[in-house]
């Protein structure tokens, strides 16, 4: 059971004030909102969504957001609706506050692992970020180096997902970005399907991962991606926030 409310667009002028659902401002197409949506789903929450154009934010937002964070989740509280910003400080929020499903590990170890395998994933990002920049000519070594680390993290927990027999916070979190390289077979499907070889865990984690239902509800496919990319202004704006 999905508990996502309807989604809307932001206007010139600040939606009511919440009573019971949360609200999260997005850019679409964004990876780090894309975060936060998942685990919105994981966790069961109620949830509304409000879409931002990054060209033209209504100046209530800026006011309650100075530094133009983007994704920003709403909450309403005795004290009126509060903000919070990062969308690993948001997705530690909701695993805390919605505690029916456990996304981190209970184990403390594990769970620092996982943040540290988060922090890792950067270069991946990086790696991405170059690879769309330069319409695919650089950033492949960085992203290969990246699906390394975690190809062989995955053969070590001999599991099927880095959350253990069903995703965790570690595969939600990192999964927007995985799911975007499926865009490289847009480009190269032969060269992109070679590289399987190199990461057999990790394939097969991507494939279940795109069956779940979590997944499936704010998935996109490879040439909407593809096509959200060639694009230099949504580009720019959509995916550095």
Known sequence: MSYYQQERHVGPMPPPALTDKLRLYHVDMNPYGHRVLLILEA??????????????????????????????????????????????????????????????????????????????????????????????????????QTLDIFEKELASRGTNYFGGSRPGMLDYMIWPWVERLYLLRC????????????????ADWGDQMQLDDVVKKHSN?????????????????????
Not at 187 to 202: A, I, S, W, Y
Not at 221 to 240: E, L, V
């Open 43 to 144: 966790k069961k929450a109620k949830y509304e969504v409000y879409k931002l154009d990054p060209l033209r934010l209504p100046e209530w937002f800026r006011s309650k957001n100075p530094r133009l964070k983007i994704p920003v989740l709403e909450i309403p509280t005795d004290q009126g609706d509060k903000y919070l910003y990062e969308s690993v400080v948001i997705c530690d929020y909701l695993d805390e506050k919605y505690g029916r499903v456990q996304l981190h590990s209970r184990d403390p170890y594990v769970k620092a692992q996982d943040r540290l395998l988060i922090e890792r994933f950067n270069e991946l990002i990086k790696g991405s970020l170059e690879c769309f920049d330069t319409n695919f000519a650089f950033g492949s070594d960085q992203i290969i």
């Open 187 to 202: 480009v190269n499907e032969r060269k992109f399907d070679e590289k399987r070889h190199l990461f057999p865990n990790f």
């Open 221 to 241: 496919s490879p040439q909407d991606y593809f096509d959200y990319y060639k694009n230099a202004r949504t580009h720019t704006m959509g995916y550095y926030l």
